[in-house]
């Protein structure tokens, strides 16, 4: 039992994603952080594997966003967006229009990666209408997507446990999943095998006719799943049918968003251009909910038209471009910029990828991927219990001072891109000796 769940009950607070009752009988609570530690609150440091949950790229504690946050909410602490503007708003949205993932510089904000993912499959609807295309209704998404957790994310979709209990969108299809460990386990850098699988795309536009199909999502990289990484030359494929039968292409970006890949945005690290481009996380280096759809002029224009005075998007959220969200991803970008974190992953990828590699002889440990600052590590399932020796991983870890993050029976590491060699040899070592002690 820890300080705090002594002192307070824990019984009002229902967590998500999160085991409850398990939770609040043996609880894991962080009281505070800095740079690349969190703060237990019977305090332990810990070394933050996961830069949160995949969102604080510049690390813990920045008083740069703190201050600006703060002045932000003395000056001007709301505005209402909806037939309103604060200057805040067009001066961070013509900042990130400079680094835009392939130049997809009309930006749409949200709350977060949930409300991104639902809003750019609105846009797609909208656009898809406004050219004279209206029968275009349908979404493609892929098995094993995390989408968030909107009806359109988990429509789009493709883990059965964020869907199975709750009804999805109709008229949604899947590509397949790319993960192939027979063909492509502890393959360095992208797999070599699977680019055909962006065929489904063109099967399924066999089978429901492209005229009913608006738009396809996918990660470039899937996260939420276990760190799948694209076949060399799916996502370029994929771009190309897409053109071919007038589907939009949407990269959920939100994890790969912000320099997680070495590169601003998964965008620039495949050369592929999408039409729309989700972003959340990175953005305020997790600091405030904020999330952001980029969209290329071509989607955008083609709904600026019709009468001056009419709405053109009937879509917003009360938070959208949120004047004190806007400070803290200002003070954000800055911090990229001055530290050169958006490409720092690239300079630490050939490390990163080794010391992770180096844990393939690691107890349990049947596949490793790498990309960027991302690693997967897949380990064997324990008979009739899956997920169980990754969960014990995590629990181990944390006890022991290192934050990681495990789905099924994949643990996934994307620690701050702050990110120093000896703490990468850290990490990794840590996450040997739990493994080791794993039966
Ligand atoms: N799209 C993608 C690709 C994501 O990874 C979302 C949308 C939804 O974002 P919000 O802000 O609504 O959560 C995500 C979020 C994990 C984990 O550990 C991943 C996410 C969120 C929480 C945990 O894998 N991804
Ligand atoms: N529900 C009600 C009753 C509301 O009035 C609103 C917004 O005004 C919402 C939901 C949507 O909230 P948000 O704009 O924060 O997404």
Not at 324 to 339: F, H, K, P, S
Not at 411 to 433: F, G, H, K, N, Y
């Amino acid at each position: 039992m820890t300080a705090i769940s002594n002192a307070q009950s824990l019984d009002a607070y229902w967590m998500p994603f999160t085991a409850n009752r398990q939770f609040k009988a043996a609880p894991r609570m962080l009281a505070s952080a800095q740079g690349m530690y969190y703060t237990s609150d019977d305090g332990r440091r810990v070394l933050d594997g996961t830069a949160g949950l995949w969102c604080v790229n510049a690390g813990h504690g920045r008083r740069e966003i703190a201050d600006a946050v703060g002045e932000q909410l003395r000056t001007l602490d709301f505005a209402p967006s909806f037939q309103m503007g604060h200057p805040l708003a067009f001066r961070f949205a013509e900042r990130l229009a400079e680094i835009a993932p392939g130049g997809l510089d009309r930006v749409f904000f949200t709350g977060s990666g949930s409300e991104s993912v639902d809003t750019a499959l609105k846009i797609a609807l909208a656009y898809q209408r406004a050219i004279g295309q209206g029968t275009r209704t349908r979404f493609i998404g892929r098995e094993r997507g995390y989408h968030g957790v909107g009806f359109g994310g988990i429509s789009v979709g493709g883990l059965v446990n964020n869907r199975r209990v709750f009804t999805t969108l109709p008229g949604v299809d899947h590509l397949r999943h790319t993960h192939d460990l027979a063909r492509n386990s502890f393959c360095e850098g992208l797999p070599q095998h699977g680019a055909e699988l962006a065929d489904d795309l063109e099967r399924l536009v066999a089978l429901h006719g492209a005229e009913t199909i608006a738009a396809v999502i996918v990660e470039p990289v899937a996260g939420s799943t276990g760190v799948l990484l694209p076949p060399v030359g799916y996502l370029e494929r994929l771009r190309k049918i897409a053109t071919q039968h007038g589907i939009l292409l949407i990269f959920d970006e939100v994890i790969t968003g912000f320099g997680r890949l070495g590169t601003p945005f998964a965008t620039e690290y495949f050369g592929v251009t999408p039409d729309i481009v989700t972003a959340a996380k990175g953005l305020t280096n997790g600091s405030l909910p904020m999330g952001a759809v980029f969209c290329g002029r071509h989607v955008h224009d083609a709904l600026m038209h019709g009468p001056g005075n009419a709405i053109e998007l009937f879509h917003g959220y009360t938070y959208s471009a949120h004047p004190v969200a806007c400070a803290a991803g200002m003070a954000t970008l800055d911090i990229y910029a001055r530290e050169g974190l958006l490409t720092r992953g690239a300079e630490l990828a050939a490390y990163w990828q080794a010391a992770l590699l180096s844990l393939r002889d690691a107890n349990h440990v049947i596949d490793i991927r790498t990309i960027g600052l991302v690693a997967g590590i897949e380990l064997a399932s324990r008979k009739d219990a899956p997920g169980a020796r990754a969960y014990e991983a995590f629990v181990d870890c944390f006890e022991r001072g290192l934050l990681i993050r495990v789905t099924g029976d994949i643990i996934a590491l994307s620690p701050p891109l702050i990110v120093e060699r000896e703490q990468i040899d850290t990490m990794v070592q840590m996450v040997r000796e739990a493994l080791a002690r794993l039966d």
